[in-house]
């Protein structure tokens, strides 16, 4: 069986207006959102990792885990900008996976074994979920790309999801591993 080439996008980009600071900078256990993302990437399951951000501390970081990294100068034109910058630099990609930088107690495991199942169907797209609710990260192969590339101001993945259910097949871990922070309040309660 042919190997798949796959990418990876770290969305790490936003001004995270609802937190009210960059967010990723925030610790949760003593480490920050972003190192807690980064950790939880299996890098030997990818082609190549791409790091979205606008934030100069962010790139150090990126490389100190020998990822790539590219700067979103204009994070205001929304995470569609986002996927768009990180697809044009794993265009030669099979398929990318899209990792959001908010979701602190996402597990390295589960991440492997989202990968191991999308190679068994690598035509659809794979995300993960806990009781049918799907959260991130999600994998899109190379045919939805166009559709991703298309995508405008704040409208991400979801929507090209919403057009495509028939092809969505996802893989349950546990809810703890969904939860993102999008306020301090949120921060708090881990």
């Excluded at 100068?73 to 990609?93: K, M, R, Y």
Aim: glycine share 8%; net charge negative.
């Amino acid at each position: 069986m042919e190997k798949t080439s796959l990418g990876c996008v770290v969305m790490a980009a936003g001004n995270a207006r609802r937190f009210g600071a960059n967010k990723l900078a925030a610790k949760v256990g003593g480490k920050s959102l972003i190192r807690r993302t980064l950790e939880a990437i299996p890098a030997e399951q990818f082609d190549a990792v791409t790091v979205v951000t606008q934030y100069p501390e962010i790139e150090s970081l990126a490389s100190e885990f020998g990822f790539n990294c590219i700067k979103n100068e204009h994070p205001d034109w929304g995470i569609s900008h986002t996927i768009s910058l990180g697809l044009q630099a794993l265009s030669h990609s099979d398929a990318v996976m899209f990792q959001v930088s908010d979701q602190p107690m996402l597990q390295k495991d589960s991440v492997n074994a989202m990968l191991n199942f999308y190679r068994e169907h690598s035509d659809k797209i794979v995300g993960l979920s806990h009781d049918g609710v799907r959260g991130n990260p999600c994998i899109f192969p190379a045919r939805f790309f166009p559709e991703l590339v298309a995508l405008r101001e704040d409208h991400g993945g979801n929507t090209v999801i919403r057009r495509h259910e028939e092809d969505l097949l996802l893989y349950e871990v546990s809810g703890k591993e969904l939860f993102d922070v999008d306020t301090p309040d949120q921060l708090d309660k881990l």
